[in-house]
């Protein structure tokens, strides 16, 4: 018959040691929810949304009790349950890459954890299949910041020859943050070169017949910096309760629409 690993030790000492293995086990599941989390997070997803999806998936990974706090660059949360105690984990958060998609994928994964009651091992690889999952191409991205541009440009009032100017300038505009991302820049820096590079040649066009009106054509290259996402969030985090997150993202955001005014007006005094 086989001896038991632990017949050695006095039954408080199996205690202690089956309640190690416990807390081990949990900080091996905190730490995959934090990685939801935290890409939620990254995605777009508002803050009540972060602290909820996380809690509920505590809750479903056999936590008694589970305090979340998250802001928009970090995530803390602590857990409690008899056979482990207390757990704690901290995550920083950097960069943010919206995409809603992703987003609906990752809350979809949270209620299905919730209901099935998913092990780690069948979390782990439903999480790797959404990360895999392919976004929109490069391709694709360039028609999109082409029509964007183009269409708020006719919308707001320019001429045929402003909204492509205003497309074929958005185009180089994503080529430009392309760039600047592989460098790991911050959202700040990035918008300024944009609005700076819109701005440029917008009047550039103007200058050489290829476009009407450089408010036109700068209108529509403007839209596709505002960081209405961020501006959105900020508002439902306030209403919500969480005030210090809401009001880091609107100060970010206004801080962040600054900086493209700053840009577009840099632009037209060098003109």
């Not at 997803?45 to 505590?58: A, M, T, W």
């Not at 660059?73 to 901290?90: D, L, R």
């Amino acid at each position: 018959m086989e001896e038991h690993p632990y017949h050695f030790f006095s039954p408080e000492e199996i205690s202690q040691l089956a309640r190690i293995e416990s807390a081990d086990k949990a900080n091996e599941y905190l730490y995959r929810i934090l990685d939801i989390g935290q890409y939620m997070l990254q995605c777009g997803g508002e803050v009540s949304r972060v602290e909820d999806s996380i809690r509920r998936l505590c809750i479903a990974f056999g936590a008694e009790r589970a305090d979340v706090f998250t802001i928009t660059s970090s995530i803390v949360v602590t857990i409690y349950a008899n056979e482990f105690g207390a757990v704690t984990q901290t995550r920083r958060i950097t960069g943010a890459s919206y995409d809603l998609q992703r987003l609906e994928q990752l809350n979809q994964l949270c209620r299905r954890i919730c209901s099935e009651h998913l092990s780690l091992e069948a979390t782990e690889k439903a999480l790797h299949a959404i990360l895999a999952t392919p976004q929109y191409g490069f391709g694709v991205q360039l028609l999109t910041y082409a029509l964007i541009s183009s269409s708020f440009s006719l919308f707001f009032g320019g001429s045929w020859l402003d909204a492509a100017a205003s497309g074929v300038i958005g185009v180089g505009l994503k080529y430009l943050d392309r760039m600047i991302r592989k460098t790991e820049a911050n959202a700040f820096l990035s918008a300024l070169l944009c609005s700076l590079l819109g701005g440029l040649l917008a009047g550039l066009a103007v200058k050489f017949h290829l476009g009407d009106n450089v408010d036109m054509i700068s209108i529509g290259n403007i839209m596709l910096l505002i960081p209405g996402i961020a501006l959105t969030n900020s508002l439902r985090d306030m209403f919500s309760g969480n005030t210090i997150s809401g009001l880091m993202r609107f100060i970010e955001a206004i801080l962040l629409a600054l900086t493209i005014a700053f840009g577009f007006a840099l632009a037209a005094s060098l003109l």
